[in-house]
């Protein structure tokens, strides 16, 4: 009986470590929708993260741009590798820097809103 089961239980692992995708057109709206939403929502806060730098509150500023920004970086890259893994794309490759939150901040306390 072990003989049996060990076996079978390796070859269920297996199976289930590949990746089935059932309807790829699907798979690759749902990604374009995730990144459209994710990008509006990135949008609006950096939107709210340089108002509050205009108007002199920089801990406010970081806290928002810093959310929105590692959206805005590192939600496409992760919808790619996604797709790669899926075998329906290519590697990414490495992920991009975030950028400073503190420096987004600073560029934009320094702009003058007409």
Do not use: K
């Amino acid at each position: 009986m072990t003989r049996l089961l060990l076996p079978a239980i390796a070859l269920l692992t297996l199976a289930s470590c590949a990746s089935v995708i059932r309807d790829e057109h699907t798979y690759r709206q749902e990604h374009r929708f995730l990144g459209a939403v994710s990008d509006r929502i990135a949008g609006q806060l950096l939107e709210e993260a340089a108002e509050a730098a205009r108007v002199g509150s920089p801990g406010r500023c970081e806290r928002l741009a810093n959310d929105a920004l590692v959206a805005h970086v590192r939600v496409p890259y992760h919808l790619a590798m996604s797709l790669h893994l899926a075998g329906l794309g290519d590697d990414p490759g490495e992920p991009p820097p975030v950028p400073s939150a503190v420096e987004w901040c600073a560029a934009r306390a320094q702009e003058v809103t007409l």
